[in-house]
């Protein structure tokens, strides 16, 4: 049995959703042998679970793979507020300036008014 193919059948059977979203996590970003069905059933399952998905990229300032999910459109606005609020609390200082740098230049920052 391949390592890819062990990855799989980790990713299927496995009842531990840690496990789970780990083998998702490597099978779409790093198996390159991983086939196209494989892939698009990493991709379903990452795209269902995108929080637990991008937190743990953020544990492993995994900021390559941060881009690709917001390249996809996985995540939007709303979402990578609470990105950021976990990159800053988990004191991951490389994933909160990429997902800082990422709000600027998608959303920009909205001026608080405090004029009385």
Known sequence: MTE??????IFRETRQE??????????FF????????HKTEYGQYLKRRIRP??????????????RELHRLGWFHERELEG?????????????LMYLLQLKN???GYQDKDFSL
Do not use: C, H, W
């Open 30 to 37: 790093l198996m390159a042998d991983a086939t196209e069905e």
């Open 4 to 9: 890819e193919q062990e990855l799989y059948r």
């Open 105 to 107: 230049e998608s959303y």
């Open 53 to 66: 998905a991008v937190e743990q990229l953020i544990e492993e300032e995994a900021i390559e793979n941060i």
């Open 83 to 95: 990105f950021i609020k976990t990159a800053r609390s988990r004191e991951k200082p490389a994933s």
């Open 18 to 27: 840690v496990q789970r979203l780990k083998a998702a996590l490597e099978g």
